[in-house]
């Protein structure tokens, strides 16, 4: 089992090496089409245990220690879990109290944070990956820019529900040192995602155009099988096989435009579970479905992650004028099969299947 | 990039392939040894095997392989049921009902949560947020009369009920010991029409155990570790008192299959008491147990798992017995904890064959249920779909042993929000009026303008 975790390990770096063999040109120092923005305006709602909207946070709505507007909240039960002790988030009340907030997108500040906090609900760093949290972190800040990027279209302002992001204020403090670390590295740099070129769509009766710095229309959702779903009027949301999430447990839950979150975890693990690794052996399995299994790739690098499920894409460093850090020949190899006979007997021919994805901006 | 350089990367890129083709033709070949069988498991939602409960036994297994962690020994017996006649089928059907449009009877500017009705179906309880408290308060339907017996600083920390004997609202709210440290303590209250004069019924409630039954009864568990809680005596004023020998916290066991934060809240039991009072149904996440008040024994429910690849406990988020107390309406969701809801869905547990339904709803979410009056069928409020960012309920009228859905007022949806799941419908004890949400929203974005409850006068068949 050794010698095939590490020849897993070595067709996942053949992979690494497939898709980051062409290093994109060095950008120069230049003026940037797009400046990253460094705070957010997030209306902040009590939410349901589904994440739906509930009351304005709001002292008159008596709601300021109610999941939603905190973490540590006072209400558990209905499926809600609360961490402990109470504490409602001093934003700013009573000083006055302000709704919408304004957060810094990157802070580390307890109560002047955003993708912290986000992050850490939408892939819980102990349950996901790391390289999975990664990709999320870069998703989650792409979406963010977005909204704020096309925030004079858009109608009503970002919210703090699961209509956006879930942004729970002290979510990432519910966790322990070791989870808080992972996404602590998950959002190391400013990395987010663009189109490859400047191109135009249409977003709610108004004609946008956007340049190829500008960030795209990120959307993530939960799990779907098989497939991702394409929401055509933006050009990087193209449906993508994903045949790794192809357990009979896998549920279709979310609206299957861009980044699968459990898929995502699935390709780093290598398993057809998101959250547990093949080796030594998958989770218990789940009574009385399939057990889990391994897939036969495994994918080490979250930019692989990005550029698999959303389409005609680079990843950009804002901290670093918004160079392209991806390169434009990727391939992303989604399944080896080798159909042969049992034994393998000496002298037999039989032919190897690589389903292979381009997931690169050329032809 | 020039020409040359593209036709040497090419090649390289081709070798790397071949490369990892070769490696990976290696690595499918030792994937493809035979690997040790898994064992079978079987289906955990097995029929329950003794009810009335068995009284405990150290080797009490369930039937199967256990799904989750081996359970302690000792651990609470799995229900079994007394068997018996399955219920007739034929009752009046669900077209026989009928719901009016709604009309709004209560108004506020801030929160309103609904916390069901009064026992002669005139009045609505009611918490209704402001900026210095929440009051609690009874608003008669009819005449608009409002009554208020409390103010619940922390609003909905507990839910208030009626206490019929005494004329009163009991609930619970707390304050904070320490607000620095986040330390605080749960206080029980009864008001009886005068919010000034509302009474500290008993002070600092130990939450693991002291479960408040709505029936009007404090359950004490003197068992487990420390002393015995002491009721004072204005609890006992106003509450029946039952003790129990043991602690509900050791009937606990690991049921999920990662582990869990270590500073997750308390959450303490819910009691629901069953019509007569023979059972107690008490349920947290992720467990449900049944109490036997004549013979002092526990067991057991098991909802078996959710769907997806978490297969986490499934496990009930609200309670409900039909007025004959034959059958527990439940809504149960799975997930891991911490992790948003992605279902829940209606549960009717049969205490006489055992049987669990799970009618098929077109809902994703169940939110709110209430029983008729005949104890044949179940209103539910569910949660369809999306519209600008907001969730559009529908109400449903389910008959659990049928598996018949009918959507009533289909022509509507409700905007239904400002509450938390529960606190959004209720259905009057003679079953001929329905108190429902019908907030005011923003076109925009999904902020309430005001909160409003509705009122639907329905007519049924029993």
């Not at chain 1, 090496?17 to 305006?41: G, Q």
């Not at chain 1, 902040?44 to 939603?68: K, S, V």
């Not at chain 1, 892939?123 to 800040?141: D, E, K, N, W, Y």
Request: aromatic share 10%.
């Amino acid at each position: 089992m050794t010698i095939a975790k590490d020849l897993q390990l070595l067709i996942g770096a053949i992979a690494v090496a497939l898709f980051s063999c062409l290093v994109s040109e060095p950008s120069s120092a230049r003026i940037v089409d797009f400046l990253a923005p460094e705070t957010i305006a997030v209306t902040m709602y009590e939410l349901t245990a589904n994440g739906a909207p509930i009351m304005r946070c709001d002292p008159g709505n008596g709601n300021l220690t109610r999941w939603g507007c905190t973490a540590y909240c006072d209400n558990p039960g209905n499926g809600i879990s609360c961490a402990s002790p109470v504490s409602s988030y001093p934003w700013s009340y009573p000083n006055p109290y302000q709704n919408p907030v304004t957060v810094q997108i990157e802070g580390a500040t307890v109560t002047n944070r955003y993708l912290r906090d986000v992050v850490s609900q939408e892939t819980s760093p102990a349950l996901f990956h790391a390289t999975a949290v990664g990709a999320q972190a870069i998703a989650a800040r792409t979406y963010a820019y977005w909204h704020i990027r096309t925030d004079d279209v858009t109608p009503g302002p970002l919210d703090n529900s699961r209509a956006y992001q879930v942004f729970v204020p002290y979510r990432y403090d519910t966790f322990g040192q070791g989870e808080r670390d992972i996404v602590d590295a998950a959002l190391q740099g400013r990395y987010y995602l663009s189109n490859i070129s400047d191109y135009t769509v249409n977003l709610y009766g108004h004609t946008v155009n956007l340049t190829a710095e500008d960030p795209i229309f990120a959307e993530f959702f939960a799990d779907r099988p098989l497939e991702t779903l394409s929401n055509p009027p933006h050009p990087n949301l193209v449906g993508v096989a994903d045949p790794i999430s192809s357990h009979p447990d896998v549920p279709s839950d979310g609206h299957g435009h861009g980044l699968s979150q459990d898929g995502a975890g699935r390709w780093t693990r290598g398993s057809s579970s998101y959250r547990c690794d093949p080796y030594p052996a998958p989770c218990p399995p789940p009574a009385p479905s399939v057990p889990f299994f391994a897939w036969s790739v495994s994918w080490p690098e979250r930019f692989q992650l990005l550029t698999h499920y959303y389409t005609a894409v680079h990843v950009r460093d804002a901290a670093n004028g918004n160079a392209i850090v991806t390169p434009t020949w990727r391939g992303a190899v989604l399944q080896v099969a080798w159909a042969r006979p049992r034994g393998y007997p000496d002298g037999i021919c039989s032919r190897i299947e690589v389903w292979l994805q381009n997931s690169g901006t050329s032809p | 990039m020039n020409r040359t350089g593209r036709r040497l990367l090419r090649s390289g890129l081709g070798l790397l392939l071949l490369l990892g083709l070769a490696a990976a033709a290696t690595w499918v070949i030792l994937q493809s040894r035979p690997r040790s069988p898994q064992a079978a498991q079987g289906s955990p939602l097995a029929t329950p095997t003794a009810w009335p409960p068995q009284p405990p036994s150290p080797t009490a297994r369930p039937p199967g392989p256990p799904p989750l962690p081996t359970p302690a020994a000792g651990r609470v017996p799995l229900c079994a049921f007394p068997g018996g006649t399955p219920p007739e089928r034929g009752g009046p059907g669900l077209d026989k009902y009928e719901f009016s449009e709604p009309r709004v009877v209560i108004t506020n500017t801030f929160a309103l949560d609904i916390a069901g009705w009064l026992p002669d179906s005139n009045r609505l309880l009611v918490i209704r947020s402001a900026p210095d408290g929440a009051l609690i308060e009874t608003v008669d339907v009819r005449s608009n009369a409002r009554t208020v017996y409390g103010v619940q600083q922390s609003r909905g920390y507990g839910r208030p009920f009626w206490l019929p004997q005494a004329q009163a609202v009991a609930y619970l709210d707390y304050e904070w010991l320490d607000q620095r440290r986040g330390l605080t303590r749960d206080i029980l209250w009864v008001g009886q029409g005068a919010p000034q004069q509302a009474q500290r019924a008993y002070d600092n409630v130990p939450p693991a155990s002291v479960v408040i039954d709505p029936g009007g009864y404090l359950i004490l568990f003197s068992g487990g570790a420390g002393q015995p809680p002491e009721a004072p005596e204005a609890a006992r004023h106003f509450f029946q008192v039952q003790s129990l020998p043991f602690a509900p916290d050791e009937w606990r066991y690991p049921k999920y299959p990662a582990s869990l934060s270590s500073n997750l809240r308390y959450q303490g039991f819910v009691a629901v008491r069953r019509p007569g009072g023979a059972h107690v149904a008490f349920y947290t996440d992720p467990y449900l147990f049944l109490f036997d008040n004549g013979q002092a024994r526990v067991c057991e429910v098991d909802l078996g798992l959710g769907p997806g690849e978490d297969r986490s406990p499934r496990f009930p988020i609200a309670a409900k017995w039909s007025p004959n107390g034959r059958y527990l309406a439940m809504i149960t969701t799975a997930r891991f904890p911490g992790q948003l809801l992605t279902f829940s869905g209606l549960t009717v547990l049969d205490t006489v064959t055992g049987e669990l339904s799970q009618p098929r709803l077109p809902t994703r979410y169940v939110t709110d249920i209430d029983w008729a009056p005949n104890s044949q069928h179940v209103l539910a409020l569910g949660d369809t779909g999306e519209v600008k960012g907001r969730p559009e309920f529908r109400l449903l009228l389910v008959d659990p042993t049928t598996g018949d859905v009918r959507q009533m007022l289909p022509q509507r949806t409700w905007g239904v929000t400002g509450s938390q799941w529960g606190w959004q419908m209720a259905w009057s004890p003679n079953g001929r009026e329905l108190a429902i949400k019908c907030p005011v929203v923003l076109d925009a974005e999904p902020t309430v303008v005001e909160s409003r409850v509705c009122l639907i006068s329905s007519h049924n068949p029993s």
